[in-house]
C-alpha cells in the first residue's frame, strides 16, 4: 500500500482541476457541467489520490505557516447537502489546526447587520502563514439575498441605493476586494458544489432515516427545493461575474462526494505547490547560534548518569 501511495504522490493532478476551473477567460454555462462526473476513476483510486494529496497538503502548510508571507482563502458554497461539511473534514485530514481557521457563515446577527455585508468575513480573513476556510460567504449576498429579495430588505441599506443595479454592484464590489486580497498576497480559491436536485433529495431521505443525522435537517430546506431553478440561475450569474485568474470557481461534481473531495483537494495542492514554499533559510549567525545551542544542550547530557538518559529517552 506504501508504494502505491508513493506512486500517486506524484501524478499531474491538471487532469482533476482543469476541466472544473472557471477564470472568466471563456464563456461559462452551469448546464454544461455535470453533476455525476467521476473522472474516469473508481472510488478507491480516487481514495488513494486522495491521501497523497492530504500528505503533500500537510507538508506545503508547513511550509505556507514557516515562511509567513502568503495566506490562503478557500471558500465553499453550494446548495444545502452539497457535501461542503465532509469535503472540509476530509480535504483538511492531518493539515496541523494551529495554521487553519475555520467560518461558517449562517444568518447574519443583529450586530452584522449593521454593517456592511462583507463586514463579517472580512474581519475573519486568514493572517499570512495559514490557510483559511469559509463555510459560506459573502457570496450568500448573490444568492439566498438574491433568491429571497425580503431578506434584502433587513440590511438597513438606505433606500436609495437598493436600485436594479444592486446585483451588478455587488459583483463589482466583491471581484475589486478579492483583487485587492490577492494583490496582498492571498490565494483565493473557491469551490462551488455543484449537486444535482435528485442527489441532495437521497441525502435528504439519509438524514431523516438515520436519527443521529436528524440534527442537519430542516423543514426549510424542502421549501427551497421549490426555488432550485432561480438558485441555478443565482449561482451562474455570480460564476459568470467573478471567475478571475487570481480568484477563479472549481464548478465541482458533487453528486460523487469522493470525487468532489479530490477535486478540491488537488485544486488547493496545485495552487500553493506554485508558491515556491520553503523554510526559512537560517543566516550564518543564527546557524552558528544554534550549532552552539546543540553542542550546550549535549554538554549537559554527558553530565547526566547514562541510566537516567536512558529514562529520559523511554519517557
Not at 459568470?240 to 485544486?267: E, G, Q
Amino acid at each position: 500500500m506504501a508504494k502505491k501511495s508513493d506512486k500517486t504522490s506524484k501524478v499531474d493532478l491538471s487532469r482533476y482541476t482543469d476541466p472544473f476551473k472557471i477564470d472568466g477567460s471563456k464563456e461559462f454555462h452551469l448546464r454544461s457541467h455535470k453533476t455525476d462526473e467521476r473522472g474516469g476513476l473508481s472510488k478507491d483510486d480516487a481514495k488513494d489520490l486522495l491521501t497523497a494529496n492530504n500528505r503533500r497538503l500537510r507538508d506545503l502548510q508547513e511550509k505556507l505557516y514557516a515562511h509567513d508571507r502568503w495566506s490562503v482563502l478557500l471558500i465553499f458554497q453550494g446548495m444545502d447537502a452539497a457535501g461542503k461539511d465532509s469535503a472540509v473534514e476530509h480535504v483538511m485530514s492531518g493539515v496541523n489546526p494551529q495554521g487553519c481557521q475555520v467560518f461558517s457563515f449562517k444568518q447574519p446577527s443583529s450586530k452584522e447587520l449593521d454593517h456592511d455585508f462583507m463586514w463579517r468575513n472580512m474581519i475573519a480573513l486568514p493572517e499570512r502563514g495559514r490557510i483559511g476556510i469559509f463555510n459560506r460567504s459573502y457570496y450568500e449576498e448573490l444568492l439566498i439575498v438574491r433568491v429571497h429579495p425580503e431578506v434584502l430588505a433587513k440590511e438597513k441599506i438606505p433606500a436609495k441605493l437598493v436600485t436594479k443595479n444592486i446585483w451588478r454592484e455587488r459583483f463589482e464590489d466583491i471581484s475589486a476586494i478579492e483583487k485587492y486580497l490577492a494583490r496582498n498576497g492571498t490565494v483565493i480559491l473557491k469551490f462551488f458544489l455543484n449537486v444535482s436536485k435528485e442527489e441532495q433529495r437521497r441525502r435528504f431521505l439519509d438524514r431523516l432515516d438515520e436519527p443521529a443525522k436528524n440534527w442537519k435537517f430542516s423543514v426549510q430546506d424542502v421549501a427551497e427545493r421549490g426555488v432550485w431553478p432561480k438558485y441555478q440561475a443565482a449561482y451562474q450569474d455570480l460564476v459568470r461575474h467573478t471567475s478571475t485568474k487570481h480568484a477563479p470557481w472549481f464548478v465541482v461534481p458533487a453528486d460523487h462526494k469522493w470525487f468532489a473531495r479530490l477535486v478540491i483537494s488537488s485544486a488547493i495542492v496545485d495552487a500553493m505547490e506554485k508558491l515556491d514554499l520553503a523554510f526559512p533559510a537560517k543566516s550564518e549567525a543564527s546557524a552558528a547560534e544554534l550549532r552552539k545551542a546543540k553542542e550546550q544542550l549535549e554538554k549537559e547530557g554527558r553530565g547526566r548518569p547514562a541510566v537516567a538518559r536512558s529514562a529520559v529517552r523511554k519517557v
